[in-house]
């Protein structure tokens, strides 16, 4: 059974309690990943009805993860098919809907693109089942300075799903991701969330227009949004920063194994540079709640229940102090995120590092 046709189930139940537990684990990996994540049009995201977030993709598995955190609905996602080939990530792309894209430059890993009508019909199933979905319509993820062409993809299952209910909006959100340093850890990362479009209404407007009409708009809202800068968030004092550090230490013996762990699984098993904010992301999601268990059962054992209940209870206020302390060490000045790197003229669009997709970390 392919991860296409397994992710069926999902259509028609949704998605049950480990969706919910993955997302608080992931959402909780990003706030350690990042310093500041900000999301502009978050009011402008429909809260039901069949949604496909349409997004740029600069950063691998982190774009999906930062979408699904941001929106307050349950959010499907496609990846790789090459990704089933790994026994624990196929069971849980299963449990989470996963839709495998088959991809042509994958072939030689397995991949079959002529499997591809079945997975788009997958996602075209889960819109018509009023689900949201993320689709990254460039079909790769990539350092480079701009957009990549759009496939047709995005704009076909949309049209596909409105001629199924014509009478019956299918929205089309496009969304502009952006990050600063995301190579590193304690970067920033920004979502724009766009005025979405409403393909049943598209296609009654537009009788005689193709999937590529579509397409090219979607391309040019996508950029547009790349181009918007956020506004300026207000900063704590640096001396308020570095106040904050002691309060966290709590949280660093608690949690620092975790980061430990993750820093060696995105050194061993990260394929290449541009893969590495990925494994950092999704291994921290895995070992945070592991080392938190570890530490307080040693407490526990050691100084009785007590003690461990009162580390519960601290540990999510000394969380969050100890990255504030942290980053008022590293920097007195607040940064402003915007579209494009300083100095720039407007519209210019960020080249987010000089590595090559595949280049091996040195």
């Known amino acids: 059974m ?22 608080a684990l992931v959402r909780a990996a990003l706030k350690v990943t990042f310093r500041r994540i900000q999301v502009q049009g978050l009011q402008l995201v429909p809260e039901q009805g069949p949604l496909l977030v349409v997004a740029n993709h600069f950063n691998g598995a982190v774009d999906p993860a930062l979408i699904g955190v941001s929106i307050r609905r349950p959010l499907r996602l496609t990846a790789k098919s090459t990704l089933q080939n790994m026994p624990l990530l196929d069971a849980v792309f299963r449990a989470f809907g996963v839709i495998a894209i088959h991809r042509q430059k994958d072939q030689a890993e397995g991949a079959d693109p002529a499997r591809n009508g ?9 819109l018509c089942a009023g689900h949201a979905l993320a689709f990254f319509p460039e079909g790769i993820s990539h350092d480079g300075p701009g957009l990549l062409r759009f496939k047709l993809g995005a704009a076909h299952v949309a049209l596909t799903a409105a001629a199924r209910q014509p009478d019956r909006p299918v929205w089309l959100l496009p969304c502009g991701i952006g990050y600063s340093a995301k190579h590193r850890l304690r970067g920033e990362a920004e979502l724009h969330f766009g005025v979405p479009i409403d393909a049943s209404a598209w296609r009654r407007e537009h009788p005689t227009a193709s999937a590529g009409d579509l397409t090219a708009l979607l391309r040019q809202r996508v950029e547009g949004l790349l181009s918007q800068p956020l506004p300026a968030t207000a900063a704590k004092r640096a001396w308020a920063r570095t106040a904050a550090l002691p309060l966290g230490l709590p949280a660093l013996v608690c949690l620092g194994p975790a980061l430990l762990a993750s820093a060696w699984a995105t050194r061993r098993l990260s394929p290449d540079r541009h893969s590495d904010p990925s494994w950092q992301v999704f291994s921290l999601a895995a070992f945070m709640p592991l080392s938190a268990a570890a530490t307080l059962g040693s407490l526990w054992l050691a100084n009785g229940w007590p003690t461990a209940v009162a580390a519960a209870v601290i540990l999510p206020l000394a969380w969050p102090a100890l990255w504030l302390g942290l980053d008022g060490l590293r920097a007195a000045q607040p940064h402003v995120m915007s579209s494009h790197p300083v100095g720039a003229p407007p519209g210019a669009r960020r080249r987010h590092t000089a590595e090559s997709e595949h280049e091996p970390r040195p």
């Open 2 to 23: 392919s991860l296409a046709t397994g992710s069926v189930k999902y259509a028609t139940r949704g998605p049950g309690m480990l969706y919910w537990v993955a997302r």
């Open 118 to 126: 079945v997975s788009l019909d997958a996602i075209v199933d889960g």
